[in-house]
């Protein structure tokens, strides 16, 4: 990625404010205030605009709150969870320029350490205090041996923010570092403090009774990004892994949540849960195009390794004729 171009600001000298009367000495502190402002929104690259145009973002941009929850919500809203690449065996790398070039050139989404490392660098362009973090989903099922399967990351603001568009959707704007909850419909959401000093965060979906939702924790620090190397290695190539045993595409529209787990397509409202199920090679690329904005006629070709672990998921279940 290039380097931001030079600051766009004023470099006149001025008189030093000791020898201005007091309104001169005020009109000079305005002036400056808004050349602050001015060089946060009109300085960002070419990459920065191309991302912005990609997440169909056309607001002012300036390190604040309200721009941290506006691209946060335009860029969930634009962008799906998918891993298609690794469906396809084609290698995922924690590398900011093929992220990028795949996020925001080629109209792809993917997954967290791709998604949440092109939100980081977006934030940190626009003027942003960001720290990755790494992050154990579903550590509360199976422990520690989760940790880095999951990128996050953290901005301080007035006070400090989880955010995340790398879990699928279910957050739509930044959540306060703090215990609570909130309703994010079709999802509610929660943050806890554990004893051993991870924090967790949780969703549960309409309709969904399980006692044990869907979580991942982190520490507040740096992340170990070796292991988050490691992790999305594993990911991708162990046969356990559950983006090697299936497809799964999420994205989040306003109150609706659309999940495609192989050829079940569901959409989780704020009162019901919509499902279909996918009958042909065509409709799941047309799904992929007209439900998820993804131009991927090559996820032909997964077809029958999806009906195969389909049958073998539901054969004797009622999803088999959902």
């Not at 568009?165 to 999802?187: I, N």
């Not at 309709?207 to 190397?229: C, I, K, M, N, Q």
Request: aromatic letters at 8%.
């Amino acid at each position: 990625m290039t380097n931001r171009p030079r600051s766009v600001s004023a470099r006149r000298t001025l008189p030093s404010p000791a020898y201005l009367p007091d309104r001169r000495r005020e009109e000079k502190s305005r002036t400056v205030n808004w050349l602050r402002v001015l060089e946060t929104t009109a300085r960002y690259s070419l990459e920065l605009s191309a991302y912005l145009h990609r997440i169909r973002y056309d607001g002012g941009v300036r390190p604040d709150l309200a721009t941290l929850r506006a691209i946060h919500r335009a860029h969930q809203y634009a962008i799906p969870f998918e891993n298609l690449d690794v469906q396809l065996r084609r290698p995922v790398v924690m590398d900011l320029a093929a992220n990028y070039d795949k996020i925001v050139c080629r109209r792809r989404g993917g997954w967290c350490y791709e998604l949440n490392g092109v939100m980081g660098w977006a934030l940190k362009e626009i003027g942003f205090e960001v720290m990755r973090m790494s992050a154990g989903v579903m550590r509360a099922r199976a422990g520690d041996a989760q940790l880095g399967n999951h990128l996050c990351l953290l901005v301080c603001l007035d006070q400090r923010y989880l955010v995340d568009v790398g879990f699928g959707g279910s957050l739509v704007e930044p959540l306060p570092l703090r215990v609570s909850e909130r309703e994010d419909p079709p999802y509610r959401l929660g943050l806890s403090e554990l004893d051993d000093g991870y924090w967790r965060f949780a969703e549960i979906a309409h309709g969904d009774g399980d006692p044990d939702p869907f979580s991942f924790d982190f520490r507040v620090a740096p992340a170990d990004e070796a292991l988050l190397a490691r992790k999305c290695q594993f990911l991708q190539t162990d046969p356990a892994s559950p983006f090697i045993e299936n497809l799964v595409v999420q994205r989040r529209t306003a109150d609706t949540h659309l999940s495609l787990r192989g050829r079940v397509l569901r959409a989780i409202h704020a009162t019901r849960v919509d499902k279909k199920l996918l009958n042909s090679a065509d409709e799941l690329v047309a799904t992929l195009r007209d439900s998820f904005d993804l131009d991927a006629p090559e996820a032909a070709t997964l077809w029958p390794s999806i009906c195969a672990r389909h049958e073998a998921l539901f054969a004797a279940t009622s999803e088999q004729m959902t």
